[in-house]
């Protein structure tokens, strides 16, 4: 899924602004001024166009996630966990080593 403002397209096919969309476990819609992308995998992101941004994990993910989203535990010692396994000190240091080319 690609998003640039309210330009919305799944596998580079255009998602028409304001129509809901649903193939294969994904689904797209709009609500309000934001676009929504949900996953049967049961994680949900929405966007509001511009900055803000919203990650929902169902809950029988809870301790299944790593990234920059967390590992959902609860558990802040484990907030910045490394994609090795080990912890950053540093917010900079935990964004950075999650960067792809």
């Given at each position: 899924?690609?998003?640039?403002?309210?330009?919305?397209?799944?596998?580079?096919?255009?998602?028409?602004?304001g129509?809901?969309?649903l193939?294969?476990?994904?689904?797209?819609?709009?609500?309000g001024?934001?676009?929504?992308?949900?996953?049967?995998?049961?994680?949900?992101?929405?966007?509001?166009?511009r900055?803000?941004?919203t990650v929902?994990?169902?809950?029988e993910?809870?301790?299944?996630?790593?990234?920059?989203?967390?590992t959902?535990?609860d558990?802040?010692?484990?907030?910045?966990m490394?994609?090795?396994?080990?912890?950053?000190?540093?917010?900079?240091?935990?964004?950075?080593?999650?960067?792809?080319?």
């Amino acid at each position: 899924v690609l998003a640039q403002g309210r330009n919305v397209s799944v596998n580079g096919a255009a998602v028409p602004e304001g129509r809901p969309y649903l193939h294969k476990g994904l689904g797209v819609t709009w609500p309000g001024d934001w676009v929504a992308v949900a996953s049967s995998l049961g994680v949900r992101v929405a966007w509001d166009g511009r900055l803000a941004v919203t990650v929902t994990v169902e809950p029988e993910l809870r301790g299944g996630t790593w990234g920059l989203c967390g590992t959902y535990t609860d558990d802040p010692a484990d907030d910045f966990m490394l994609p090795d396994g080990d912890v950053a000190a540093v917010a900079a240091a935990f964004g950075s080593a999650w960067k792809v080319p």
